[in-house]
């Protein structure tokens, strides 16, 4: 984490994420939050994001998503990264069904 408290968390969630509306929740959820980063598929049917802010409120938004009733997340991968210092919104990334 850096002296300003911000954070960069990239998150890979394994399990029932896809086809359920997943990368509109954390959309919501985040922008809610005043998050920033991305969120998308991946082709092995994975969901991928990299979110930017305060660690608690990347801890705030990782609950949510797992407390979704239609998500089912079966595993996370989280790596820390260095903050981006010019990103500043919050995006829902691939169109493309796998």
């Keep these: 984490m850096t002296d300003k408290g911000v954070a960069r968390w990239r998150v890979v ?4 994420v896809q086809h359920v509306g997943f990368r509109y929740t954390a959309y919501y959820l985040a922008k809610a939050l005043y ?5 998308d598929n991946l082709p092995d049917g994975r ?18 998503l797992k407390s979704r009733p239609h998500i089912r997340i079966t595993d996370m991968e989280i790596e820390e990264l260095p903050p981006l210092p010019y990103d ?5 990334r691939g169109y493309d069904a796998y």
């Design 47 to 64: 969901v991928e994001m990299e979110a930017q802010g305060p660690v608690a409120l990347l801890r705030r938004l990782v609950l949510q």
């Design 13 to 16: 969630f394994s399990g029932r």
């Design 35 to 39: 998050l920033t980063g991305w969120v």
């Design 88 to 92: 500043r919104h919050f995006e829902v």
